[in-house]
């Protein structure tokens, strides 16, 4: 199984060809952003998404998936989801939700 990192650096090649897509960083991580607010970010093994609504619902709903906790303390970001790699087939999709979203905002 590709590891999480040579995974999110292919979804990065592929959004990096969408109309406003740059990369970046946040919290020191890599991380996609449009209209300089990021979207998807790669964090240890794992792959995160800003989500809402539906998308976050099914996002939650994928094995292994949880609500995103960077600092480790028990305080989740409110919108980010962490996917496992065992799901990144799911990634592609989540990472356009993700795009539609925060490029909404």
């Known amino acids: ?3 999480a990192v040579e995974e999110f650096d292919k ?3 592929t959004l990096a060809k969408a109309d406003g897509v740059t990369s ?3 919290f020191g991580k890599a991380c996609l952003k449009v209209g300089g607010k ?3 970010a790669q964090h240890l093994e794992t792959v995160v998404f800003k989500l809402t ?4 619902a099914k996002a939650i709903g994928l094995a292994g998936a949880v609500p995103w906790d ?3 303390k028990g305080r989740p970001m409110k919108e980010w989801v962490r996917v496992d790699p065992a799901r990144s087939r799911s990634w592609p999709q989540l990472a356009g939700e993700a795009r539609t979203f925060v ?3």
């Open 53 to 56: 609504g539906e998308s976050h």
């Open 103 to 105: 490029g909404r905002r």
């Open 1 to 3: 199984m590709p590891s």
């Open 11 to 13: 979804l990065g090649r």
């Open 24 to 26: 970046g960083q946040m």
């Open 70 to 72: 960077p600092s480790g």
């Open 38 to 40: 990021a979207f998807v």
